[in-house]
């Protein structure tokens, strides 16, 4: 387990460097929101911290993020699983509408997915790591001079595909 956290640390960290090279970090946010992934378990609650790196050009946003949901499914009383998904990733959001009321984007992005199945009554697990690509489209409503609420939906291919509804704030530096 702990070479598992070590490893998490290490890509984090490698994956934060890349945007921040590219673009300094010039704002944080968090978003929760829920998961309907394509495997036959219940719909788990996703926690979300993302980074804003800032603009690539007028209308291309550079965003990194790190998410985890996690589910556990009683099929019988013989056998219990848990699901659970670790992803970081850098997401380029292209604006298609920006006013002060309303800004609208559609976007896309590569993350590295962990996960892992466990069957708890077995004692047995099963853990990958794997490169995922995600579609999203959202929105960002401006709260307060620094605060922004954002809405989106994100669809994710590989390992888990996955849809994904999610709410939260970002704070601009």
């Not at 996690?70 to 219990?80: A, F, V």
């Not at 002060?100 to 892992?116: A, D, I, N």
């Not at 922004?148 to 939906?153: D, L, M, P, S, T």
Request: contains cysteine; charged residues 20%; glycine residues 8%.
């Amino acid at each position: 387990m702990a070479k598992i956290f070590l490893r998490l640390i290490f890509i984090t960290l490698f994956v934060t460097t890349i945007c921040y090279a590219i673009e300094p970090l010039q704002g944080i946010g968090m978003q929760v929101g829920i998961i309907f992934p394509e495997v036959d378990i219940q719909q788990p609650v996703d926690f979300m911290l993302r980074g804003q790196h800032g603009t690539l050009s007028k209308d291309i946003h550079l965003d990194s993020y790190l998410s985890y949901w996690s589910n556990r499914n009683t099929e019988t009383d013989s056998l219990s699983k848990k699901w659970s998904v670790l992803q970081m990733g850098t997401l380029f959001k292209y604006f298609i509408f920006q006013d002060q009321k309303l800004s609208v984007y559609s976007g896309g992005g590569v993350s590295l997915q962990w996960r892992q199945l466990s069957f708890e009554n077995d004692k047995k697990s099963d853990s990958k790591w794997s490169l995922a690509l995600q579609f999203l489209c959202g929105c960002e409503i401006p709260l307060h001079e620094k605060i922004n609420g954002v809405v989106e939906i994100e669809y994710s291919i590989d390992g888990i595909d996955f849809w994904a509804v999610t709410a939260g704030m970002n704070y601009k530096f």
